[in-house]
């Protein structure tokens, strides 16, 4: 009799082409999604060596970090922006890969459209130059960041070389109180294991709480594995995970689609299975939760107070000092109350139409509170349209929200949607480094809900009062 396996150690296991003693393992890869950002080195070093993409039916680009959200029909403004998505033009055109550029109707986050396209399916290892790649684990699958170097790797041999990471799973069990989504559960064990409290492992998300969710909200929280430090985070396929798939562009369809069933059915944890280390959280004890801090570990429940000095570990005081000077705060101050000037509400961990419509149907007859500039980001072009053809344009509009064009956006200063210098921003990002969404901008992470509550209040608020 075998013995029982992981989900992670069937994937990976299945993937390696050849395992070094003592070494990293060669892993193939499925599906390698590539961006502006971090392809340019890696195209010049195949250039270099005079070599070509080993399989460029594996390879996705699109355009998403240094797009504008506003015009996109007009050549881009800033400079580097716009060198960048040139550079990325012209990379795909000579070594023969497709591009999902500006116009095109797939464009999108390159971690939003993978999924909505179904180039994203369960069993598959998949990698991309972002760390935020972990994302697609929801389906049941590898996916983890990497490097420059790792991505021409890829572009080179279909393979990459990985240690194998050590194996964790956390289990929520329970029935969530009313106002807390994924968000909340993915900044809450955040919270609870520390920014660096998974490095060295690969995380499974299990229990019923988890299964409850929809696949989108499930995207959410594998999203944010990588600010706890994990290498990456998958959730067992199940009925949610196959509904969701059936019929999409890339996926398989009529007897292909059955037949593949018949594997990803296979893909879950035995009984049995061995984590190196479990973790187990009751889902009565999340409520909607809010970051203070400079990194996604510095969070409180939103109608807590912000750690008093003697709740601090010696060790960490320099660190939390420096961080609540950055963010204007006191320690043992709550943030209810707190006034807020911008609402950013968009990135790869919550631009999908389930977002959208979760900030419409809070905010319909709502305005938004004079002062608070609001941004919708949707993460693709397909999200957009959608939203478009349910009305939600609209309500934003009665609202005073503004409704931009798909792309990364505020998440990071890497365009021209940044966060003036001192301002306050609630967003559902998933960082808030000094400087993230611009120099000196000042960054709560929250919810979807949770940032329509301040949208519409002008302040932090405990959306639990007002659902």
Not at 278 to 298: C, H, K, R, S
Not at 369 to 380: F, Q, T
Request: hydrophobic share 35%.
């Amino acid at each position: 009799m075998s013995q029982p396996t992981t989900l992670f150690d069937k994937i990976w296991d299945a993937h390696v082409v050849k395992a070094m003693e003592g070494g990293p393992d060669a892993v193939f890869i499925d599906r390698h999604f590539i961006h502006e950002v971090t392809s340019p080195q890696a195209f010049d070093g195949l250039r270099k060596r005079g070599i070509s993409v080993f399989n460029t039916q594996r390879t996705t680009a699109t355009a998403d970090h240094n797009v504008p959200t506003v015009n996109q029909h007009l050549p881009i403004q800033e400079a580097l922006s716009r060198h960048q998505v040139e550079t990325l033009r012209k990379n795909c055109a000579e070594f023969g890969i497709e591009l999902y550029d500006l116009g095109h109707p797939f464009q999108g986050i390159v971690h939003i459209i993978g999924p909505e396209l179904g180039l994203t399916l369960p069993g598959m290892t998949i990698v991309c130059g972002d760390s935020h790649t972990s994302t697609h684990g929801a389906l049941g699958n590898i996916a983890f960041g990497i490097g420059t170097s790792e991505v021409e790797q890829v572009l080179a041999t279909q393979c990459i070389l990985q240690y194998k990471p050590k194996r964790m799973r956390i289990n929520i069990n329970g029935q969530l109180q009313k106002g807390v989504t994924s968000k909340d559960i993915i900044l809450y064990i955040i919270s609870k294991i520390s920014a660096s409290g998974a490095t060295g492992y690969f995380v499974e998300y299990a229990g019923d709480t988890i299964r409850s969710l929809s696949m989108e909200a499930r995207m959410t929280i594998c999203n944010m594995s990588i600010e706890m430090g994990a290498r990456g985070g998958l959730i067992a396929p199940d009925e949610v995970t196959f509904d969701y798939i059936r019929g999409r562009r890339f996926a398989p369809q009529g007897e292909a689609f059955e037949k593949a069933l018949e594997h990803w059915r296979t893909l879950k944890t035995d009984e049995g299975a061995q984590f190196d280390l479990e973790l187990d959280f009751p889902a009565e004890d999340i409520a909607p939760m809010i970051t203070y801090g400079t990194n996604p570990g510095m969070g409180i429940k939103v109608s807590d107070h912000v750690p008093n000095l003697n709740e601090i570990p010696e060790s960490e005081l320099a660190s939390y000092t420096k961080s609540l000077a950055y963010m204007g705060l006191e320690p043992g101050t709550g943030l209810l109350n707190k006034p807020v000037d911008y609402v950013f509400i968009g990135s790869c961990t919550n631009a999908r139409i389930e977002d959208l419509r979760t900030v419409a149907e809070f905010v319909r007859g709502k305005k938004k509170a004079e002062g608070v500039e609001v941004w919708i980001v949707p993460g693709s072009v397909q999200v957009s349209n959608q939203a478009k053809a349910e009305g939600l344009d609209q309500v934003f509009r009665e609202a005073g929200f503004e409704l931009r064009e798909p792309g990364c956006s505020a998440c990071l200063g890497m365009n021209e949607d940044k966060v003036p210098a001192g301002k306050y921003c609630i967003s559902t990002s998933n960082r808030n480094f000094e400087g993230r969404q611009g120099p000196g901008a000042r960054t709560f992470l929250a919810s979807p809900i949770t940032a329509a509550a301040a949208a519409v209040t002008g302040k932090v608020t405990d959306v639990r009062q007002l659902v």
